[in-house]
């Protein structure tokens, strides 16, 4: 098992196999996180990015069976904020030195692409990174997105598992969220994906395939979230992912993918006390603070009690393991430079 690690530590390459074999052994799991943060503090080093996140609606007309948004939920409070809003969001955001907004919400409708790009182009006049997370749309959408300004984009495969992915995606498929993000990436935008940990029936096979797709298409960012079930969802009833697999699906991404941003995601500070914290020393060198204004943020509630943390309190953290913010937008450093030749 050692070698295996030592492998992905040199090489930044693993078979399936292998990925299974090191998710399925529970005895090397510190081994596991030390070396993925050794790779993070070697490759992209200790400053931690801050993204501002932006809730700008709840609105959805998806049905994802683990999601509390999804159109088929009748007890949510649904809600949009205005283009003024997002605009004067992203201006504070900025103003308290935030270098990335994220623009986050349901698949609405009313937000069309040019409606999107207005809002993009108002925040592209101050000097943030803007990243996008508003999942899929056709590939002339994306373009006008990107030409107004957009830089980044986050659309998670949440899994790679086609049978898996077609029961819990109804109206939706495997293939065309997997062309999205090769256009995303066509269209130049630094282009984020990830996958949703403890699905039900998920296997460590199809965990590998995630990992695997994730080196296949070369992404610049991964989000990797424990999955959290809503009472008011068809998974409702299933059990949470498990906090630990979800680190370690983190830090052999890390391993394979050594120039790229991860952030340590609400879900896995949700699930676990001090979760940011263990996934920032296991591979992780991005958080994602929410800034939607309080009433709304309540109100988009993908999981139960998602947590939420002050500025002060997320320095105070960070400092207390060894970690600084960074002054810089914090771009991808997979696009510039390569890891093969090293
Ligand atoms: N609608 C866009 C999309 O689906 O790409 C962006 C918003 S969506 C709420 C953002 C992410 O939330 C999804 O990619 C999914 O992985 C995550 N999510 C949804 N429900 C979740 C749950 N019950 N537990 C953990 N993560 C969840
Ligand atoms: Fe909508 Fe995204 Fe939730 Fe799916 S995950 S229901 S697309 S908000």
Known sequence: MKKIILKAENTHSLNKEEIVDLLANGEINEDLFQTADRVRKKYVGDEVHLRALIEFSNICKRNCFYCGLRAGNKNVERYRL???QIVETAQMA???GYKTVVLQSGEDAYFTAEKLAEIIKQIKKTDVAVTLGVGEVTYEEYKILKE??????????ETTDTNLYKKLHPGMSLENR??????????????????????PEQTFESLADD???FKELNADMIGIGPFIPHKDTPLGKDKAGDFILALKVMAITRLLLPYINIPATTAMETLVKNGRNIALQSGANVVMPNVTAFDFRKKYEIYPDKVSVDYSTLLDNLNSIGRTVSKSRGDSKNRRERYDSQ
């Open 148 to 157: 107004a300004g957009a830089d980044r984009f986050l659309l998670r495969i």
């Open 82 to 84: 205005t283009p003024e």
């Open 211 to 213: 990992i695997l797709f």
């Open 94 to 96: 900025a103003a308290q």
């Open 178 to 199: 997997k062309s999205c993000l090769y256009n995303l990436k066509k269209l130049g935008f630094e282009t984020g994906t990830g996958c949703l940990v403890g699905l």
